[in-house]
């Protein structure tokens, strides 16, 4: 039997006009079609294509069935929302791989960029992520707080702009409580933050306030927080509130 | 005379393949086609529409120039490669708009996501930016090299991986050597690094390597240079070598 191969597709934020060129064609070829159901879902599963949904936590072991699948001679696409190398499948896929079979080490496999959600919320907020920034996902099932403590407090010393991913979590909904409490301990009270939700999506909504205004709660799973840097800044145009950070901020 | 409009647009990388789907329709609608040189020449300008051209050290220029064409009833694109918002136009352009005429504030605008070059870049490397990582410029033209290394002693105690946009300057050839030099006294001699050249074009260029063995001096113009964090891990598979950072890294 010869081996398969192995596509990791990002889906982009949601809406069709931000998947890339390339996705369609790909997501058309392949023979399986692996991911979370309510990404599944955003597919056009066409006839003989099979369809294989697992639930949002497990990752790894929807990365060993995909491994398997193409390591059997299936061409597999693995599906994530937004970009599959930010906080997304591609990891997983490659950490599976490692610690796997070795036949699987004989599939081809290619990860395709996607549009991360930190990159559509700052396109709709301005642009926030105009200067040095971070990306932190505050999701704890596979990190303490302690680490998250050590990555805010690192991108408030170096006066980053963070996006962070993951805001609410079913299993732990004090942490970005705790977060926004470190935060406002480390940074200006009138610093700009933003709540992006389902961007690009029919329910999108946008929150723009500062750290000493902000109401955490509002966060849920679809949501993207962007916290300003010191020179990010906040001004009125075209009948709406813009944010951006400029080029060269922090100095020179 | 009516107000126009502005769009703001990401080419990401250089192949068509990785634009969104979106982008032709938005490119075919402009009137008026603005951007640095090489990324214009990507566009097919369609017949009667117009091509501005300008020089890539001129963003705040080009970006008061979109906003003048639009005020005067234009339907402008602004094109930059990768995204627009990440070390590219939209940053200068909301700059000009909050500094400039009371009636530019009338013209519509929107900015398009884009894909980036760390996202490409991470694509074809395999996963580096699976966890918490940040991006940081390392042009000092409008910023000096107590704030880049302050960025970088941060992420380095923050144990992000790191993507190091505009290594190379042709007014600074010095600067991504004294970063490396600054690394090294911060990270591990093992630590994992990726030059990523011309992701995506034909002269593409991957070269893994260490912190302690990397040659800076090949970072080009073209480059994105990723820097790993503790836990990113190098294997090969496939036939070729591959980078990712666990899902999970540091802790928990």
Redesign the interface.
Known sequence: MSVGRLDIIGL?PGP???????TPAILALATDVVGYGPYLDRVRIRPGQKRHASDNRE?LARARHALALAADGAHVAVVSGG??????M??????A??AGETR??????T??????AM??A???L????????????LS?????W??IE??L???A????VMALYNPASKARPGLIHDAFALLRELKPAETIVGFARAIGRADEKLTLTTLAEADPAIADMSTLVLVGAHAT?S????GRR?I?????????
């Open positions: 982009g069709e006009r931000w998947l890339t060129m390339e990752e970009d599959p190398g930010v906080f997304a591609a990891a997983a896929l490659f950490e791989l490692e699987w080490r004989e599939i081809e496999i990860v395709h960029p996607g549009i991360s990159l559509a700052a396109a709709r301005g642009a926030p992520l105009g200067h040095d920034f971070c990306a932190i996902s704890d099932n596979l990190k303490s302690n680490v050590q990555r407090r690192a991108a010393m170096g006066d980053f800044r001004f009125e145009a075209c813009w951006y950070t400029p080029r060269g901020s922090g100095g020179g």
